[in-house]
């Protein structure tokens, strides 16, 4: 099998005391049956399933256990949004805990739960990092947090009007330059958020915001 086997200079040539190797074809497929998925059809097979880049579908596979907690808690959630707090926060944690997977304090149906949150527009992605260290700390499930804490988005478009309403009387130039720079609304993004503690749905803010300010 060696590319040198036919090279004149190295003048090897095959044992003539190996004896053939006959191998029972329902042995060899008994083995490939018993084999987990390996790495790479998985990595395949996580981007093509879940929509996952190459990349966060290579951090999964590289461990068994990683991947197997990523796919019990995609189930019915946005996979994207799971790969990611498998990969970052939770991996953090785990690492400076010097912790495996299989010993997280905080299991794959909490991350879904988390997730579901955010999917729902109960909480944003910001407060889902302070819920996350509170699960971690083990405060209890996601849920029971963000109720406990009052950590509820807020999504009340006539609190919301209140607020931004507010705002543009406060600051009339302001609102004339986002007119002209549409990117400076992020300013009145920021203070709406800065006014509801960082709760309001930055979705509705920014619609709200755009219809206000004429943009």
């Known amino acids: 099998m060696r590319s040198k086997e036919e090279a004149q200079d190295y003048r090897y040539f095959p044992d003539p005391d190996l004896l053939p190797l006959v191998l029972d074809p329902a042995w060899v497929k008994a083995i490939e049956d018993s084999l987990p998925e390996l790495p790479d059809p998985k990595k395949a097979r996580l981007q093509s399933q879940y929509g996952l880049s190459a990349y966060d579908a290579g951090v999964l596979v590289g461990e068994q256990a990683r991947a197997d907690f990523f796919e019990a808690a995609a189930k019915g959630r946005d996979a994207k949004l799971v790969a990611n707090w498998v990969t970052n926060d939770l ?4 690492t400076a805990a010097n912790l495996d997977i299989e010993d ?5 149906a909490e991350i879904a739960d988390l997730v579901k949150l955010i999917e729902d527009g109960v ?3 910001k407060i889902a990092k302070d819920v996350f260290e509170r699960m971690w700390a083990g405060e209890g499930a996601p849920a029971e947090i963000v109720e406990k804490q009052g950590l509820m988005q807020v999504s009340d ?3 919301l009007e209140t607020i931004i309403d507010g705002l543009i ?14 990117q400076a609304i992020g300013w009145f993004v920021g203070q709406v958020m800065k006014a509801t503690g960082g709760k309001a749905n930055p979705g509705a803010v920014n619609q709200l915001l755009k219809a206000k300010l004429g943009i």
Do not use: H, Y
């Not at 991996?91 to 785990?94: E, G, S, V, W, Y």
């Open 157 to 159: 478009t006539g609190e």
């Open 104 to 108: 997280s304090p905080i299991g794959a």
């Open 123 to 125: 909480i944003s992605s």
């Open 91 to 94: 991996a953090a944690r785990l």
């Open 169 to 182: 009387a406060a600051n009339p130039a302001q609102a004339e330059s986002v007119k002209e720079k549409p």
